[in-house]
């Protein structure tokens, strides 16, 4: 019985932890859309010494029950500059309807933070994206 009992809270547990959002450790990253794809920028106030810098997101779509990686983190693309509080656009990536998880690493001179987004891309009859943003 009380093994039972157990796993029960053992697996009560492992159900809430899959339906917690990005961990603390994650900052939000901030998405909006220009020419209908969806553009990224990190906070003002991130405290790192410039420049800002990162390679491209891992970036995840979810389909049915699942997440698959639709583009996986890379440290061999080139690295970009970040202006504070400007989009960037990670070219190559096919966005289509959906809900997406994106996850960032940006370095500093010193230092390095970790920014993620989850959103839904909500496709119009004319085909136009319209960006929720759910974190």
Excluded at 25 to 34: G, I
Excluded at 52 to 69: A, D, Q
Excluded at 103 to 111: E, P, Y
């Amino acid at each position: 019985m009380v093994m039972k009992q157990l796993f029960g809270v053992l697996a009560v547990t492992l159900m809430v932890s899959a339906c917690v959002s990005h961990p603390a450790q994650y900052r939000s990253l901030a998405v909006t859309l220009k020419n209908n794809e969806p553009c990224f920028a990190i906070s003002a106030n991130h405290g790192l010494q410039a420049p800002v810098t990162s390679h491209s997101p891992t970036i995840m779509k979810r389909v049915g029950n699942e997440w698959k990686t639709i583009s996986p983190p890379s440290t061999f693309s080139p690295e970009v500059t970040l202006m504070t509080q400007q989009c960037h656009q990670w070219k190559d990536v096919a966005w289509q309807a959906g809900e997406y998880d994106v996850a960032l690493k940006v370095s500093g001179k010193n230092d390095s933070i970790r920014y993620a987004a989850r959103f839904t891309l909500q496709e119009a009859p004319s085909g136009q994206f319209k960006l929720m943003q759910t974190e």
